[in-house]
């Protein structure tokens, strides 16, 4: 039996991860400064968005080394697409509400969701086997 998990299996952990941080995220914000909730459960939702859509392009059965690579490239092409069609769907429909404070609170809000991405794995690995 393998030490560390198959990679859907860790995609999956990673999405759970970054759920989480989304709901505890949203839920201070909703606390501390009501009206920004739903700037922050945006550019999260934003951030969980791009890495399920590099997920799904990334991990379909592939056998050969070039076509994992392939794949990687078309999956970070299409969580590109995503950041960028979201963040200019966002500016262009709400321009009178992202400025200052709100815009540095929908920017942070998707940090912090991409930070969770790469401290996810970190968290599942486990101690060496003796």
Not at 8 to 30: K, P
Not at 90 to 96: H, I, M, N, T
């Amino acid at each position: 039996m393998p030490d560390h998990p198959g990679p859907r299996s860790l995609f999956l952990r990673v999405l759970l991860v970054q759920a989480g941080v989304l709901a505890v995220l949203t839920v201070a914000t909703a606390w501390l400064a009501p009206q920004v909730t739903w700037v922050a459960l945006a550019g999260g939702s934003l951030a969980l968005a791009a890495n399920l859509v590099f997920g799904v392009l990334a991990l379909t059965k592939r056998r050969s080394a070039g076509a994992v690579l392939s794949a990687f490239l078309v999956a970070e092409i299409g969580k590109f697409f995503v950041v960028v069609l979201g963040f200019a769907w966002l500016f262009r429909s709400f321009p009178e509400q992202l400025h200052g404070l709100n815009a540095a609170v929908l920017l942070g809000a998707f940090a912090v969701i991409l930070g969770a991405q790469w401290v996810a794995p970190i968290m599942f690995k486990s101690a060496p086997r003796r």
